[in-house]
Nanobody, 124 residues
Framework: VQLQASGGGLVQAGGSLRLSCVAS????????MGWFRQAQGKEREFVGG????????EYADSVKGRFTISRDNAKNTVYLQMNSLKPEDTAVYYC??????????????????WGQGTLVTVSS
């Protein structure tokens, strides 16, 4: 499985960005897809995830109500729509795939495949 994330950039506080992650793999619709982020000097943290097979999404408390995850199985793509961005959202954002069917897991170690990361910078 290969993952390619894109869509990062520089945005002012209060603005929006949409990240995309394209995945290879015929069984994409069964994967649990997660988004994580890592700010400079901090550990990688869970942002959100989507489990198509069980129809659930999960979000970190810090992004609930502002970020939305969706997926287009026909395009093997998962999206992270980020609204009302804050300077503390500044980080490198990674998409990740858990190829085991099931629910969204929040630990990075649960995900087998990772994209290369895309930088999001939110200016105040």
């Amino acid at each position: 499985v290969q993952l390619q994330a894109s869509g990062g950039g520089l945005v002012q506080a209060g603005g929006s960005l949409r990240l995309s992650c394209v995945a290879s793999g015929r069984a994409f619709n069964t994967y649990v897809m997660g988004w994580f982020r890592q700010a400079q000097g901090k550990e990688r943290e869970f942002v959100g995830g989507i489990a198509w097979s069980v129809g659930t999404t999960e979000y970190a408390d810090s992004v609930k109500g502002r970020f939305t995850i969706s997926r287009d199985n026909a395009k093997n793509t998962v999206y992270l729509q980020m609204n009302s961005l804050k300077p503390e959202d500044t980080a490198v954002y990674y998409c990740a795939a858990d190829t085991r069917m099931g629910w969204v897991k929040k630990g990075p170690a649960e995900y087998e495949y990772w994209g290369q990361g895309t930088l999001v910078t939110v200016s105040s």
